[in-house]
């Protein structure tokens, strides 16, 4: 076997390389799209508000504060509306930093996929099993090439639903 064989079975490819990376540019279109409103809701400028949500560290905080600006900016309708959008982004913020803070590993299809360490030496079982019996503990854990572009078509549909929001209520907030 050559240096290069070698070399192309222990590390991922390009491609799958860029499969992360298409992940992440999806979410950041994402994350534009919440500065955008937070950006309205609070009428402070662009740079302004870079600032508020970079120096947050978690989906979670980043949730309730635009989930709490709504409650008091928006009608209730559009709160509704919003809130739900929350939810979603909060759902795929998950699976994001799973995919994210995970490492490479080859599954038996020799596919390079995704795998976030559990916290106990009982769920590595589970994961890895063939026949799992707690498929919740394994979607935390693995993420397939198929599961990774399942999330950037769940995160540019929210993407889609987050930017028709933004057209209907900015409109609405400022019609001309």
Avoid at 49 to 63: G, H, P
Avoid at 107 to 112: A, I, M, T, V, Y
Wanted: hydrophobic share 35%; with cysteine; proline share 3%.
């Amino acid at each position: 076997m050559s240096d290069t064989e070698l070399e192309i079975n222990l590390s991922p490819s390009e491609k799958d390389y860029a499969l992360l990376g298409k992940v992440l540019s999806e979410w950041g279109e994402v994350e534009f799209w919440l500065l955008v409103i937070l950006r309205s809701l609070v009428g402070i400028s662009h740079n302004d508000s870079l600032a508020v949500f970079s120096n947050i560290r978690n989906y979670r905080t980043i949730t309730l504060m635009l989930s709490d600006l709504a409650e008091e900016k928006m009608n209730s309708e559009d709160e509704k509306k919003f809130k739900r959008l929350l939810g979603s982004f909060n759902k795929l913020a998950r699976h994001r930093n799973g995919i994210v803070h995970a490492g490479w590993y080859k599954n038996q299809k020799s596919e390079w996929c995704r795998y976030l360490v559990p916290s106990s030496h009982g769920k590595i079982k589970e994961v890895f099993s063939p026949a799992p019996s707690d498929q919740k503990t394994r979607a935390k854990h693995l993420f397939s090439p198929a599961r990774m572009e399942q999330m950037c078509k769940d995160t540019r549909a929210l993407q889609s639903s987050i930017v028709e929001f933004w057209d209907d209520w900015s409109y609405r907030q400022n019609p001309y």
